[in-house]
């Protein structure tokens, strides 16, 4: 799967949509990624498309809960905030980590950014 369409949402996508997103286009297919997630294709679909019937906040939870967990190349077992907390950080040339982890997070593939710009090229 080269593309997943999260138009509906608009210029600033909430980030469990981006996160699903990037899970859709990690794993190859709606299906895959509802399965890894816990819920039916349905919904996956439903909700990349902005037409979710119900309230979003438990999908939320359950997408966050996947992700709460990460194996960072540079720091080992992190939490999803923690991930989310060192990508948004500034590049600081004279921080040997922060270069590594700089690096690292541009090609990502729980980072939505790195998704979208292998995307445009």
Not at 75 to 102: A, D, V
Request: glycine residues 6%; contains cysteine.
């Amino acid at each position: 799967m080269k593309n997943v369409d999260i138009s509906a949402w608009g210029a600033r996508p909430p980030e469990f949509i981006q996160v699903l997103a990037g899970l859709v286009l990690q794993v190859g297919s709606k299906h895959a990624a509802a399965e890894k997630i816990g819920v039916n294709r349905a919904t996956v679909s439903t909700l990349l498309a902005n037409k979710y019937p119900a309230n979003t906040g438990r999908m939320e939870k359950a997408i966050m809960a996947w992700a709460s967990s990460a194996t960072c190349p540079v720091l080992g077992e992190i939490t999803g905030q923690q991930c989310q907390s060192e990508r948004n950080k500034p590049f600081i040339s004279s921080n040997p980590t922060r270069i590594r982890l700089y690096r690292a997070c541009r090609s990502c593939p729980r980072n939505p950014a790195a998704s979208l710009a292998s995307e445009e090229r």
